[in-house]
């Protein structure tokens, strides 16, 4: 599903961010990415959406090589990945409903279909009776679940979460994390960026740990190692 | 597309103070353009009528026989310049005199015919502006005496409109100028409050044409309000008057023949709106070329 090898990006001021990375990941699998800021996390999730070019080796996701993408393929590519991001990033000016069907108008979906999808994808995230509601009455919670609506109403294969908890009290964490969870068991490969400690000690699934650029550790129901 | 339209009018609404400053923008460079085009087109129009009465009159030497006068009318008559040829007999020239200019003297003259030697051609031209090359032709020709030109009245009319055209030209082009630029900062504006919009638009997987169409949109929607306004205006403005001056004037009705304002529209009105149009695609697509790289 997604496959990284030997992938090195050095940005332009000449700092390496990524140093020979590979990693396989399997369809269906739920990974922890964990590791403190300068890791290369955030590049990782940049070149995985194909906002930067590596400097050298591959990526392959969902059987398209990154490197042989051209300008014109990148939005189709991207309807292949749903992101979520530690602010949200709503539409402040519009009700949840509009942001969640925001992400099928902009691709065109047909409005028949756009008014079956939304409502469905809100019960998902328990959000329905909320369609109404402006960005700026939700709880954080809330509006992270409705971040997740509308990066899974497309239905994409890979599911990208960057830092998903990072605004969120333990709780509501908690409850995202869950939905992320059985969006997973749903079929969805998940691949979450987080610093929460207890929530990746606790969750056991795959962990990999970065640190300046070089994967640490890849495990298996994996914990948050300490030393990074 | 429903979603282009509708964001495309909301761009306008959300941004309403520079929409409007585009629009008055638009508005004043359009209306200026429909005001001088009426001018310039209706001074041409009279140039055309003063220009069509403008002749190049020839007379022969003494003696000139018929065939001869006969050669040298077949040999003008095929002239770039020319667009008809007229012969004036010498009993035609002192009959025209006559009526012209003796009335009841005219009997002290009996029989004769002082203009016995002023038989000639009157050349018409087909542009006032060459009647100096004709006439340098003309000298050469065998058998002329004498070549008349006509006062240039018509050419400095001629002249003057030129100037009006070129004048008006210059100004359009610079509020043409600056309709653009104002066109491109209020595209940039609307980009830079929907920033965010347009990154979440890319990583859901937005097509660029899907991104940028409701700018490119915006600035052909302000292109069109701001030309449909003013030819309202001078519509108006040019019907009224003209009326006005028929009633008002109507000694001027035999010098000045205004064109009726549906032959001024039907020509004004697809150049004004190409023109409105054409400023809102492309001060909408520079700024969009430079601040939307999708």
Redesign the interface.
């Known amino acids: 599903m997604i496959i990284l090898e030997d992938v090195s990006k050095t940005y332009s001021t000449g700092a390496p961010a990524l140093n020979n990375v590979s990693i396989h990941i399997e369809p269906g699998e739920f990974v922890f990415i964990v590791g403190d800021s300068g890791s290369g996390k955030s590049t990782m999730i940049k070149l995985l ?1 194909k906002e930067l070019t590596p400097t050298s080796g591959r990526i392959i996701v969902n059987n398209t090589d990154l490197g042989k993408l051209r300008h ?1 393929q990148i ?5 292949n990945i749903g ?1 979520v991001f530690q602010d949200f ?1 709503l ?1 402040k000016d519009r009700n949840v409903y509009e942001n969640v069907a ?2 099928q ?4 979906v047909p ?1 028949r279909q756009i008014r079956k999808n939304v409502p469905a994808v809100l019960s998902l995230v328990s959000l329905a009776e909320k369609y109404k509601s402006k960005p700026r009455e939700l709880s954080g919670g809330e509006q992270q679940r409705v971040a997740v609506a ?1 990066a899974i109403v ?1 239905k994409p294969p890979i599911l990208l979460a960057d830092e998903p908890t990072g605004n969120l009290d333990p709780r509501t964490s908690w409850e995202i994390m869950k939905l992320l969870e059985q969006i997973n068991r749903d079929g969805t490969t998940v691949l979450v960026v987080t610093h929460n400690r207890e929530i990746v000690n606790a969750m056991r699934k795959r962990v990999i740990t970065m640190k300046k650029g070089v994967i640490l550790s890849d495990r298996m129901k994996g914990g948050y190692i300490d030393e990074v | 597309m429903g979603y282009v339209l509708k964001q495309g009018f909301k761009n306008i609404w959300r941004n309403k103070i520079f929409s409007l400053a585009t629009i008055a923008t638009i508005a004043a460079c359009v209306f200026l353009f429909g005001v001088f085009y009426s001018v310039v087109v209706n001074f041409q129009n009279i140039v055309k009528q003063a220009q069509s009465g403008v002749a190049v009159t020839v007379f022969f030497e003494e003696g000139l026989d018929d065939m001869r006068i006969q050669e040298i009318g077949q040999e003008i008559s095929v002239r770039a310049e020319v667009s008809r040829i007229v012969y004036v007999s010498a009993q035609e020239a002192w009959d025209s005199f006559k009526d012209d200019y003796l009335g009841e003297y005219v009997d002290t003259f009996g029989d004769d015919n002082p203009l016995a030697d002023c038989a000639n051609y009157e050349i018409y031209l087909n542009d006032v502006s060459m009647q100096d090359s004709l006439v340098n032709y003309l000298s050469t020709i065998n058998g002329i005496r004498e070549v008349h030109k006509s006062a240039n009245v018509a050419d400095a009319l001629s002249s003057a409109n030129s100037l009006i055209a070129y004048v008006s030209l210059g100004i359009v082009a610079i509020l043409l100028a600056v309709s653009i630029f104002l066109i491109s900062n209020t595209v940039a504006i609307g980009i830079t409050v929907r920033r965010e919009e347009i990154a979440i638009m890319k990583l859901i997987g937005a097509k660029d044409f899907v991104v940028r169409s409701p700018f490119l949109l915006e600035g052909i929607l302000l292109g069109i309000i701001g030309s449909a306004i003013p030819l309202v205006a001078v519509y108006v403005i040019y019907d009224n008057l003209v009326n006005y001056l028929i009633s008002k004037y109507s000694v001027l009705n035999s010098i000045l023949i205004f064109l009726p304002v549906e032959e001024i529209f039907y020509t004004l009105v697809p150049i004004s709106l190409i023109m409105g149009v054409g400023i809102g695609f492309l001060g909408s697509l520079f700024t969009v070329r430079r601040h939307l790289r999708v």
């Open positions: 959406l014109r939005p189709r590519y991207r309807r992101v990033r539409l925001f992400a108008r902009v691709i065109s409005n509308r497309n």
